[in-house]
């Protein structure tokens, strides 16, 4: 027995009004996209979507971690790494990255189920997310979104049940990246859709509805991937549910489409809304299929309180201009100058990974105090290290003690604004605040901790945490 | 056993550069001219000179981040096989380079000896403080934090704890550059020689919320260079020396900024180096036996916040006992930064310390090169120098005086 025990997502703070597109390039695309932080990526977008997915969950209990994007942030070097660390789990556990495919993310799950089925695993952790960056002036620029979703697959405590997939695969070439593309490739629209997504969607909903004896009418919603609004209502007509009560419609005019993070994003919508004994057909696509029926438990009211996608689109900054969007996503070439030197030492980031991944502080057994960085000696009573126990401060929530908002150093998203946070149980963090209105920042506002890039210094992303004003 | 400093040592000869964007003179050429201003002020050649304490932060290599020995003083002065040493404490260079000699001299080292400070800070190609060292010290700890990003986590801290409003709070600051530019106007070695209003402080371009670019010092080239010897040798180079009454020198623990309890409204290094040296110098009250200060103004919050935790007023009453009664200025009850301070000179990483001590021994020999700054009858001044930011502070306070 396998199943879904919990489940989390993440959608980026801002949003990229399509208008804006429309003042710089003509068109009226209606809607808006999130897009990322310039400090974001999969990687932190994972750890977003994990962090959300694992409340409550004792995180020394998961004994695997996929990561699924076709994004990953680097070719060589595993993003699951990173992304377990910075949710703080075992070291013990087995982490894997899935890539290549709109698809990786459900491909993710399925290893997952069949690990807790098998054994080997009792509680697996499957996160995706995708960031895909369109080229200015293309469909893509209005159509891709960034998001993550998360689901913590397990034997017991079961939320949601899968009764049954199917899978298939397909060599089809619609969309594409080569080694060296920045922007995604495709070919001519007409037959990607027609023969592809819509084609193939409706071959597989056919005959897993026929080989598991079931029709349309039986399931609660239909949850499932579309690469556009107007091909997804065709997919949705052939399999012949009630477009108005019966479709869990992708969220294109919120976010966009998410790649690989897009069906589990548009299934943890779907999960918000669930009531105990809903069934749900929830449907993937990219480079083949794959479709599960699901059936919602009692358990799924425990685990409503996530912020999910509801709560995670409520809380938004709009972008003002497309200025900032093509600043925030590397797409601008700009003076260069002594002043933006960057450095790294990948030895030093090694001998601090607990607090700079993991974002443990020091318990002193001597003056109770906990204080953040790790400490050779307690800051508070100069205990020595003997006396001082790691313990993970990233869940902690905080107020901003104090704050400052310079304007000329050499950040992407000027101003830098350097944050003093009380963290509960008298922990202070001093930290960049991303993620922030600037019009709203003040004295004793709510906060919480969140894992970002910090820079790229000698051409390697350097991961740290910062603190954002509560998106709650 | 140890012994008080008091009055063991004096400064028998200072000298210090045009503050200021020197385009035309590097390095050495501003080590050469503190140096001889100096010598030809005690009345000594550089040869009779017997160790140097050599203070910059960055030396000659600015833009590689700072390897400096005593070569460079050497090579630029000449000396001839002296010791030279080179100290570094950050924007509080200076005060070490100072205490170092002093401290030569009274272990009877040496007879004669040269503190220098040095700072060649515009070869950068770009204004403010670089930011080379993103990266150095922690690869992504505290990265992009300024100088004006930390110092400015203190005013927001000011205002919110004193229930000031933004508005309020701009003007307490504004006030302290206003004068700092005041005195600056009047003080030809300075950097920045014209006088602002209230208007133009609040209204100029923001560096780091709450502080615009008239909160901020400027960055600078300069140096400065004091001569001293023991005490009981002054008279045959002046009659006019200054001694040294005390040293107070403090290193935070270095994690204020990440302690629960601190606040960002006090220094406590400055704390604790103002109290060894008030303490050192026999000074109960500073406010009423201190004639004037020259403290490390690097943005306008640091000098409010210095004369706090320096007792140049009480805590939390700047605004009463300083703005209000303008008692700051130089015809005040506690003259602070009437050279124009850090605001007005620049700040040179390395010289400012040294820089600090020129003023008051200008002004306690009557020779401030303007008569209308000059503070009638000075005979005990205190120099506060400090480096780091608000949390992690290196703090040094020299208190000389008339013999």
């Given at each position: 027995?396998?199943?879904?025990?919990?489940?989390?997502a993440?959608?980026?703070?801002y949003?990229?009004?399509?208008?804006?597109l429309?003042?710089v390039?003509?068109?009226?695309?209606?809607?808006?996209k999130?897009?990322?932080n310039?400090?974001?990526?999969?990687?932190?977008?994972?750890?977003?979507?994990?962090t959300?997915?694992?409340?409550?969950t004792d995180?020394?209990?998961?004994d695997?971690?996929y990561?699924?994007?076709?994004t990953?942030p680097f070719?060589?070097k595993q993003?699951a790494s990173?992304?377990?660390?910075?949710?703080?789990l075992?070291?013990d556990?087995a982490a894997?990255?899935?890539?290549?495919?709109?698809?990786a993310?459900?491909l993710?799950?399925?290893?997952?189920?069949d690990a807790?089925?098998?054994?080997?695993?009792k509680?697996?952790?499957?996160?995706v997310?995708d960031c895909r960056l369109p080229a200015?002036?293309?469909?893509?620029e209005g159509a891709?979104g960034?998001?993550?979703a998360?689901?913590?697959?397990?034997a017991t405590?079961?939320a949601v049940?899968?009764?049954a997939?199917?899978?298939?695969y397909s060599?089809f070439?619609?969309?594409?990246?080569l080694?060296?593309?920045?922007?995604?490739?495709?070919?001519?629209?007409?037959?990607?859709?027609?023969?592809g997504?819509?084609?193939?969607?409706?071959?597989a909903f056919?005959?897993?509805l026929?080989a598991?004896k079931?029709?349309a009418?039986?399931?609660?919603k239909?949850?499932?991937y579309?690469?556009n609004a107007r091909?997804?209502?065709?997919?949705?007509?052939?399999?012949?549910?009630?477009p108005?009560t019966?479709?869990q419609?992708?969220l294109?005019?919120?976010?966009g489409?998410?790649?690989?993070?897009?069906?589990?994003?548009?299934?943890?919508?779907a999960?918000e809304?669930?009531k105990?004994?809903?069934k749900?057909?929830?449907?993937n696509?990219?480079d083949?299929t794959?479709v599960h029926?699901?059936?919602?438990g009692?358990?799924?009211?425990k685990?409503?309180?996530?912020r999910?996608?509801?709560?995670?689109?409520?809380s938004k900054v709009?972008l003002?201009n497309?200025?900032?969007y093509v600043t925030f996503?590397?797409?601008?070439?700009?003076?260069?100058?002594?002043q933006?030197?960057?450095?790294?030492a990948l030895?030093?980031?090694?001998r601090?990974?607990?607090w700079?991944?993991?974002?443990?502080g020091h318990?002193?057994?001597?003056?109770?105090?906990?204080?953040?960085?790790?400490?050779?000696?307690?800051?508070y009573?100069?205990a020595?290290?003997?006396?001082?126990?790691e313990?993970?401060?990233?869940?902690?929530?905080?107020?901003?003690?104090?704050?400052?908002?310079?304007e000329?150093?050499?950040?992407?998203d000027p101003?830098?604004?350097l944050?003093?946070?009380?963290l509960?149980g008298g922990?202070?963090?001093?930290?960049?605040?991303?993620?922030r209105?600037?019009?709203?920042?003040?004295v004793?506002?709510p906060?919480?901790?969140t894992f970002?890039?910090?820079?790229d210094?000698l051409g390697?992303?350097n991961y740290f945490?910062?603190?954002?004003?509560?998106?709650? | 056993m140890?012994e008080?400093?008091k009055?063991?040592v004096?400064i028998?000869?200072?000298?210090?550069?045009?503050?200021?964007?020197?385009?035309?003179?590097?390095i050495?050429?501003?080590?050469t001219?503190?140096?001889?201003?100096?010598?030809q002020?005690a009345?000594?050649?550089?040869?009779?000179?017997q160790?140097?304490w050599?203070?910059?932060q960055?030396g000659?290599?600015?833009?590689?981040?700072?390897?400096?020995t005593?070569?460079?003083?050497s090579s630029?002065l000449?000396?001839?096989?002296i010791p030279?040493?080179?100290?570094e404490?950050?924007c509080?260079?200076?005060?070490?380079?100072?205490?170092?000699?002093?401290?030569?001299?009274?272990?009877?080292?040496?007879?004669?000896?040269?503190?220098?400070?040095?700072?060649?800070?515009k070869?950068?190609?770009?204004?403010?403080?670089?930011?080379?060292?993103?990266g150095?010290w922690?690869p992504?700890y505290?990265a992009?934090?300024?100088?004006?990003?930390?110092y400015?986590?203190a005013?927001?801290?000011?205002f919110?704890?004193?229930g000031l409003?933004n508005?309020?709070g701009?003007?307490i600051?504004?006030?302290?550059?206003?004068?700092?530019?005041?005195y600056?106007?009047k003080?030809?070695k300075a950097?920045?020689r014209?006088e602002?209003t209230i208007?133009?402080?609040?209204?100029?371009?923001?560096?780091?919320?709450p502080?615009g670019?008239f909160?901020?010092c400027g960055?600078?080239?300069?140096?400065?260079?004091?001569?001293?010897c023991?005490?009981?040798?002054a008279?045959k180079?002046r009659?006019?020396?200054?001694n040294i009454?005390?040293?107070g020198?403090?290193?935070?623990?270095?994690w204020?900024?990440e302690r629960?309890?601190?606040?960002f409204?006090?220094?406590d290094?400055t704390?604790?180096?103002?109290k060894s040296?008030?303490?050192e110098a026999?000074i109960k009250?500073?406010?009423k036996?201190?004639?004037?200060?020259?403290?490390?103004d690097?943005f306008?919050i640091?000098?409010?916040?210095?004369?706090?935790s320096?007792?140049?007023?009480?805590?939390?009453?700047f605004?009463?006992?300083?703005?209000?009664t303008?008692?700051?200025?130089h015809?005040?009850e506690?003259?602070?930064?009437?050279?124009?301070?850090?605001k007005?000179?620049?700040?040179p990483?390395?010289?400012s310390?040294?820089?600090e001590?020129?003023?008051?021994y200008k002004?306690?020999?009557?020779k401030?090169?303007?008569?209308?700054?000059q503070?009638?009858d000075?005979k005990?001044?205190?120099?506060h120098?400090?480096?780091?930011?608000p949390?992690?502070f290196?703090c040094?306070v020299?208190i000389?005086?008339?013999?």
């Amino acid at each position: 027995m396998a199943g879904i025990v919990s489940y989390g997502a993440y959608v980026p703070m801002y949003r990229l009004s399509r208008a804006i597109l429309g003042q710089v390039w003509g068109g009226g695309a209606k809607g808006e996209k999130a897009i990322c932080n310039c400090d974001e990526d999969s990687i932190t977008m994972a750890v977003e979507a994990g962090t959300d997915c694992l409340k409550d969950t004792d995180r020394k209990s998961v004994d695997a971690l996929y990561f699924a994007s076709t994004t990953a942030p680097f070719k060589e070097k595993q993003s699951a790494s990173f992304v377990a660390a910075a949710l703080d789990l075992r070291e013990d556990v087995a982490a894997s990255d899935f890539g290549n495919s709109l698809r990786a993310g459900t491909l993710a799950l399925r290893a997952a189920l069949d690990a807790v089925k098998a054994g080997s695993a009792k509680k697996v952790l499957v996160v995706v997310a995708d960031c895909r960056l369109p080229a200015p002036n293309s469909a893509g620029e209005g159509a891709l979104g960034d998001g993550a979703a998360a689901l913590l697959i397990g034997a017991t405590d079961i939320a949601v049940e899968i009764e049954a997939s199917a899978y298939t695969y397909s060599e089809f070439l619609d969309v594409w990246r080569l080694e060296t593309d920045r922007f995604q490739r495709q070919w001519e629209e007409r037959f990607i859709l027609d023969e592809g997504y819509e084609a193939h969607m409706r071959k597989a909903f056919a005959a897993f509805l026929k080989a598991n004896k079931v029709t349309a009418k039986d399931f609660t919603k239909a949850a499932f991937y579309g690469p556009n609004a107007r091909s997804h209502q065709t997919v949705a007509t052939a399999l012949g549910v009630d477009p108005k009560t019966q479709v869990q419609v992708p969220l294109f005019d919120s976010v966009g489409n998410t790649g690989a993070a897009m069906a589990l994003m548009t299934l943890v919508a779907a999960l918000e809304d669930a009531k105990p004994g809903d069934k749900i057909l929830f449907g993937n696509y990219g480079d083949g299929t794959d479709v599960h029926a699901l059936k919602v438990g009692p358990a799924i009211e425990k685990i409503k309180d996530r912020r999910g996608i509801k709560r995670h689109l409520a809380s938004k900054v709009m972008l003002e201009n497309y200025g900032k969007y093509v600043t925030f996503r590397g797409l601008m070439q700009f003076e260069e100058t002594p002043q933006t030197r960057t450095r790294t030492a990948l030895t030093a980031m090694w001998r601090d990974r607990n607090w700079v991944y993991r974002c443990h502080g020091h318990h002193c057994k001597k003056c109770d105090k906990t204080q953040f960085p790790l400490q050779k000696r307690c800051m508070y009573c100069q205990a020595e290290e003997k006396f001082l126990e790691e313990v993970p401060l990233s869940d902690r929530k905080g107020v901003l003690f104090t704050y400052s908002m310079d304007e000329r150093t050499a950040v992407i998203d000027p101003p830098n604004i350097l944050g003093a946070i009380n963290l509960d149980g008298g922990v202070r963090i001093f930290s960049q605040v991303t993620d922030r209105d600037v019009k709203t920042v003040k004295v004793g506002m709510p906060m919480e901790m969140t894992f970002r890039r910090i820079h790229d210094a000698l051409g390697v992303h350097n991961y740290f945490w910062k603190c954002r004003p509560a998106r709650d | 056993m140890a012994e008080s400093i008091k009055d063991k040592v004096a400064i028998v000869g200072m000298g210090c550069t045009k503050f200021g964007e020197r385009w035309n003179a590097d390095i050495k050429d501003m080590i050469t001219e503190a140096a001889d201003e100096a010598c030809q002020d005690a009345g000594v050649e550089i040869r009779d000179i017997q160790a140097i304490w050599q203070g910059t932060q960055w030396g000659s290599q600015l833009s590689e981040g700072g390897v400096a020995t005593g070569t460079l003083v050497s090579s630029a002065l000449q000396t001839q096989y002296i010791p030279v040493t080179r100290v570094e404490n950050a924007c509080g260079t200076g005060a070490e380079s100072l205490r170092g000699a002093t401290f030569s001299l009274a272990a009877k080292g040496y007879d004669l000896v040269m503190a220098l400070g040095v700072e060649k800070c515009k070869d950068m190609g770009f204004g403010g403080l670089p930011s080379v060292w993103i990266g150095r010290w922690e690869p992504v700890y505290g990265a992009f934090g300024t100088g004006p990003g930390r110092y400015a986590m203190a005013a927001v801290a000011y205002f919110a704890k004193y229930g000031l409003s933004n508005e309020e709070g701009k003007r307490i600051l504004a006030e302290i550059s206003v004068k700092s530019h005041f005195y600056g106007a009047k003080n030809p070695k300075a950097h920045l020689r014209r006088e602002v209003t209230i208007e133009q402080v609040l209204n100029a371009p923001m560096i780091a919320w709450p502080l615009g670019l008239f909160d901020c010092c400027g960055v600078t080239d300069g140096a400065s260079a004091a001569i001293l010897c023991r005490a009981e040798d002054a008279k045959k180079y002046r009659k006019d020396y200054v001694n040294i009454k005390a040293f107070g020198m403090s290193a935070s623990p270095g994690w204020g900024k990440e302690r629960i309890d601190y606040d960002f409204t006090y220094w406590d290094a400055t704390q604790h180096a103002a109290k060894s040296a008030y303490a050192e110098a026999g000074i109960k009250n500073p406010r009423k036996e201190l004639d004037m200060v020259e403290l490390h103004d690097c943005f306008s919050i640091a000098e409010l916040i210095a004369s706090e935790s320096m007792q140049l007023c009480e805590t939390g009453k700047f605004k009463d006992q300083m703005t209000a009664t303008r008692a700051y200025y130089h015809e005040g009850e506690m003259p602070v930064n009437i050279s124009g301070g850090l605001k007005s000179f620049g700040h040179p990483i390395g010289a400012s310390g040294c820089r600090e001590v020129y003023e008051i021994y200008k002004q306690i020999q009557h020779k401030a090169e303007e008569p209308s700054r000059q503070v009638k009858d000075v005979k005990l001044g205190l120099a506060h120098n400090q480096g780091g930011h608000p949390g992690k502070f290196v703090c040094g306070v020299t208190i000389i005086g008339t013999p």
